[in-house]
């Protein structure tokens, strides 16, 4: 029987992990997930028994199957919904169904959402920031934590366990047969919680930055931390938090990320006498040939790098799709305080330079030094000016970074 094959996972006295792992997903809207992911939902055995969040709809047998190996879902007494999107909650109608709690939980906004999703207008019991909720013998605290990352978005403290269910915050999306994240492999830890900050949470620092004072005022420890995609902090905790705290706060390096497509290389041949230029005037090159380089890693590079250039033919009169893309994509995530350059080589018209340019005045990308366009081929001499190019963003880099910090690795 399924509830014999999925078993649920203790997490501290009174938690049971009872999610599910997606080893198959390999996009997020747009965001590569190629470690897959995991949809965490947590049972919270109390008096009045509590399931925190619930599941992406094609696996609710999985989380009623974990929820049974350790009481009868019909059991539960309270749900509580942290976030109304859909992976979190594409099963909530059908577990509410099989369930029947006594209520379901979410903020006004949460409300709001779950009701224009699922047509639950009476359903949900709405809850104020900070309200306190007693199970019983248990008591937690719901506190919104808006924008971190929908408007609905909250988190919920279980007092007895220092436990943390801090929903999209402090996850990542990677599957792994290890529930908890000192299990796992700390470069594999690090690069894909930057990478879920990159591609997720960036254009909302300035509220992770509010939301992050807000809970160190609540003056409560945080022994466990359980998001609700990826691995559960449970010992240092506290380093999840130190990061997204230096993330929301945009402290620029003196990395510079080179992005760039090419038809027939010369717009690479370009790309590589900036790296040239960057390296020589003491900045951490990174070039990105975006034909093998996912948008969602170029993100990522972007986390701590302080310059941003961009390279492209011209196709059609404007810049190469890809690069189009990769713009777009960025663009949406307003990144703060970079310096940059536009390069690019053309054949007929050299449109592509320009549009780079403007994609860049949107992003408030500081311009440093001439655009440089090259046709055809380009020379030595062509080559020369892109290493000077180079040089240049790699001279403001060090009077914008006088700290000279260097990248993490």
């Known amino acids: 029987m399924v509830k014999e094959t999925f078993k649920a996972v203790k997490v501290s006295e009174h938690v049971y992990w009872v999610g599910a792992i997606d080893w198959a997903v390999r996009d997020f809207h747009g965001y ?35 929820i049974a190996s350790i009481v009868k879902p019909e059991k539960i007494d309270y749900i509580i919904s942290n976030h109304a999107e859909m992976d979190h909650t594409g099963c909530l109608p059908d577990v509410i169904e099989a369930v029947k709690p006594a209520k379901v939980f979410a903020s006004a906004m949460g409300a709001k959402a779950l009701a224009e999703h699922f047509g639950m207008d009476s359903q949900i019991t709405t809850v104020k920031d900070g309200e306190k ?124 990320v080179v992005v760039y497509d090419t038809m027939w290389g010369s717009t690479a041949a370009m790309a590589r006498a900036i790296g040239e230029g960057l390296t020589a005037g003491g900045a951490s090159a990174k070039l990105m040939p975006i034909g093998s380089s996912h948008r969602s890693d170029v993100a990522t590079e972007m986390l701590d790098a302080g310059a941003l250039l961009v390279g492209s033919p011209t196709m059609n009169n404007t810049l190469f799709p890809t690069l189009a893309d990769v713009l777009t994509y960025l663009k949406g995530l307003k990144p703060k305080g970079l310096v940059g350059g536009a390069f690019g080589s053309f054949g007929w018209s050299g449109e592509a330079v320009k549009d780079i340019a403007s994609y860049l005045k949107d992003m408030d990308v500081e311009i440093v030094g001439e655009a440089v366009r090259v046709k055809y081929v380009p020379d030595a001499a062509a080559l020369l000016v892109c290493r000077r190019l180079g040089e240049m963003v790699a001279e403001r880099l060090g009077e914008i970074c006088d700290d000279r910090q260097q990248p993490e690795p």
């Not at 290890?178 to 990159?198: G, N, P, Q, S």
């Open 32 to 66: 590569s997930t190629n470690r897959g992911t995991t949809y965490n939902a947590y049972l919270i055995l109390a008096d009045k028994i509590t399931l925190v969040d619930t599941v992406k709809a094609s696996f609710r047998n999985e989380l009623l199957a974990r």
């Open 133 to 256: 909720l007693s199970l019983g013998n248990l008591n937690l605290t719901l506190v919104e934590t808006r924008m971190c990352h929908w408007p609905d978005s909250m988190v919920t403290y279980l007092h007895e366990d220092e436990l943390l269910f801090s929903q999209d915050a402090f996850g990542m999306h990677l599957a792994s047969s290890e529930r908890f994240a000192d299990e796992i492999d700390e470069t594999v830890l690090d690069v894909e919680a930057a990478k879920y900050y990159a591609n997720i949470l960036l254009p909302l620092s300035s509220f992770v930055a509010k939301t992050l004072d807000k809970a160190v005022g609540l003056g409560v420890p945080f022994s466990i931390i359980a998001p609700d995609h990826g691995p559960i902090w449970r010992k240092e905790s506290g380093g999840i938090i130190e990061s997204y705290a230096r993330w929301a706060g945009q402290k620029r390096t003196n990395k510079a």
